[in-house]
């Protein structure tokens, strides 16, 4: 058993405040799917009302931190003080198809005088299955009051693995297919599930072996890294490097599927 800090508590009883919301909102998109409009403005409704439940809350608790948020953009607090790295709804695709799998994700990340800021806490909170996944930076990743470790399996063949796939015009399709056509004929199953925060809090906690994807958005990932490594996890570029965020390419797993799955990704791109 483990408590978590006085910050997670704030982080997790926002994304709590949040939910019903997002959860009763949800129930009304599968009744919109069939009306001729379809949902789309109501889910950005949501979506945003969703943001601002989880500003009103953190700002309460922190009223000089600034935020990175995806819908209100950067809102600036105290240069010296941690801010906020928010997606209100990571999986609105899926939540405007009545797909139950999204989650909100919160970050928080600290100044480095000198140097680069760093993700110290993280949670990715599931509303429909009130699954709460957070990690702090040495204090390992956990749901609830469980710990995460990250996949044991070792082998390919066994491994199970996640990815986003380019879409409208987003990404680099051409570069996805390549490491597609590597990847795919040697693992057991590839999945695009449409939410990289979950796949991502999934890779920590072993259901998936792996993932991948590129052009993410510093909230979809920013939790999600953190909790991964916390699980004992690695998160590199497509080249096994540590500049997974500059170059906004991200292949996590444990070490042994980590260094297969880099060498057959950079086999793919060379
Ligand atoms: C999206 C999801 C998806 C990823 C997209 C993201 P959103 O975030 O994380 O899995 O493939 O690139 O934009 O739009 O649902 O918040
Ligand atoms: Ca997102
Ligand atoms: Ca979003």
Same mark, same amino acid.
């Given at each position: /058993?483990?408590?978590h800090s006085?910050l997670?508590t704030?982080m997790?009883?926002?994304?709590?405040? =949040? @939910?019903p919301?997002?959860?009763?909102?949800?129930g !009304?998109?599968q009744?919109?799917?069939v009306?001729r409009?379809?949902? @789309?403005?109501?889910?950005? /409704?949501?979506?945003?009302?969703c943001?601002?439940t989880l500003? !009103? !809350?953190?700002?309460?608790?922190?009223?000089?931190?600034?935020?990175l948020?995806e !819908?209100g953009g950067?809102?600036k607090g105290n240069?010296? &003080?941690p801010r906020w790295i928010i997606?209100p709804?990571?999986?609105?695709?899926?939540?405007? #198809?009545g797909?139950? #799998?999204?989650?909100i994700?919160?970050?928080v990340?600290?100044p480095?005088?000198?140097g680069?800021p760093?993700?110290?806490?993280?949670i990715?909170y599931?509303p429909?299955?009130d699954?709460?996944f957070w990690?702090e &930076?040495?204090?390992? =990743?956990?749901v609830?009051?469980?710990r995460?470790?990250v996949s044991?399996r070792?082998?390919l063949?066994?491994?199970?693995?996640a990815?986003?796939?380019?879409?409208?015009? #987003?990404?680099?399709f051409?570069?996805?297919?390549?490491?597609?056509?590597?990847? =795919?004929p040697?693992?057991a199953?590839i999945?695009?599930f449409?939410? =990289?925060a979950?796949d991502?809090?999934?890779?920590? @906690?072993?259901?998936?072996?792996?993932f991948?994807?590129?052009?993410?958005?510093p909230?979809?990932?920013?939790?999600?890294?953190l909790?991964?490594r916390?699980?004992g996890?690695? %998160?590199?570029?497509?080249?096994?490097?540590d500049r997974? /965020?500059?170059?906004?390419?991200f292949?996590?797993?444990?070490? %042994?599927?980590h260094?297969k799955? #880099?060498?057959l990704?950079?086999?793919?791109?060379?």
């Amino acid at each position: /058993m483990v408590s978590h800090s006085g910050l997670l508590t704030v982080m997790e009883r926002a994304a709590r405040k =949040a @939910a019903p919301r997002l959860r009763r909102d949800f129930g !009304e998109v599968q009744n919109l799917q069939v009306s001729r409009k379809g949902p @789309a403005d109501f889910v950005s /409704m949501a979506d945003k009302r969703c943001e601002d439940t989880l500003v !009103e !809350e953190l700002k309460k608790a922190r009223p000089d931190w600034g935020f990175l948020l995806e !819908e209100g953009g950067e809102i600036k607090g105290n240069p010296d &003080k941690p801010r906020w790295i928010i997606d209100p709804l990571d999986g609105t695709t899926n939540f405007l #198809h009545g797909i139950p #799998h999204f989650a909100i994700s919160i970050a928080v990340e600290e100044p480095r005088p000198g140097g680069r800021p760093e993700v110290t806490s993280g949670i990715v909170y599931q509303p429909i299955t009130d699954e709460s996944f957070w990690a702090e &930076k040495g204090r390992g =990743a956990w749901v609830q009051s469980q710990r995460l470790r990250v996949s044991s399996r070792r082998e390919l063949p066994d491994a199970l693995i996640a990815t986003g796939i380019p879409f409208l015009g #987003h990404g680099d399709f051409a570069q996805w297919s390549r490491i597609f056509g590597a990847v =795919a004929p040697e693992v057991a199953g590839i999945r695009r599930f449409g939410s =990289a925060a979950l796949d991502l809090a999934w890779v920590a @906690a072993g259901r998936f072996d792996a993932f991948w994807e590129s052009d993410l958005k510093p909230w979809d990932v920013a939790a999600g890294v953190l909790l991964v490594r916390e699980a004992g996890g690695f %998160v590199t570029d497509f080249r096994g490097g540590d500049r997974a /965020m500059e170059r906004n390419e991200f292949l996590a797993a444990n070490d %042994v599927l980590h260094s297969k799955l #880099h060498k057959l990704v950079a086999g793919a791109l060379r």
